[in-house]
């Protein structure tokens, strides 16, 4: 069992950058691969960056360039660092934890994660 809880988010001017964080208490994060999803109304919740136990990184088209993600085993935390805000990245902000045997996978898809944080809102101003 995981407990996920994210931090970090507020309102931010586009062209502005925001660090999320989410802490993870209970069984280490380490045996887990990790990822940020969000979620704005009207929307399903789309992939945003994923991280894979060994820290290989996999990126949606939509953020490559702007954001990264990285993760400190000793913390037990994750973090989606943002960069060069826009207005379309308004959404709130999942972190979720998946098992994973394989240390080099990264895990794309909601139904592959097995828990989940609260969210964290992020809204970005024009």
């Known amino acids: 069992q995981v407990q996920l809880v994210e931090s970090g988010g507020g309102l931010v001017q586009a062209g502005g950058s925001l660090r999320l964080s989410c802490a993870a208490s209970?069984?280490?994060?380490?045996?887990?691969?990790m990822g940020w999803f969000r979620q704005s109304p009207g929307k399903e919740r789309e992939f945003v960056a994923g991280?894979?136990?060994?820290?290989?990184?996999y990126y949606a088209d939509a953020v490559k360039g702007r954001f990264t993600i990285s993760r400190d085993n000793a913390k037990n935390t994750v973090y989606l660092q943002m960069n060069n805000l826009k207005p379309e990245d308004t959404a709130v902000y999942y972190c979720?934890?998946?098992?994973?045997?394989?240390?080099?996978?990264?895990?794309?898809?909601?139904?592959?994660?097995?828990?989940w944080g609260q969210g964290t809102q992020v809204t970005v101003s024009s």
């Open positions: 991280i894979s136990r060994s820290g290989a990184t």
């Open positions: 979720g934890a998946a098992q994973a045997s394989d240390t080099g996978r990264v895990f794309l898809r909601r139904g592959q994660y097995d828990y």
């Open positions: 209970g069984r280490t994060s380490s045996s887990y691969a």
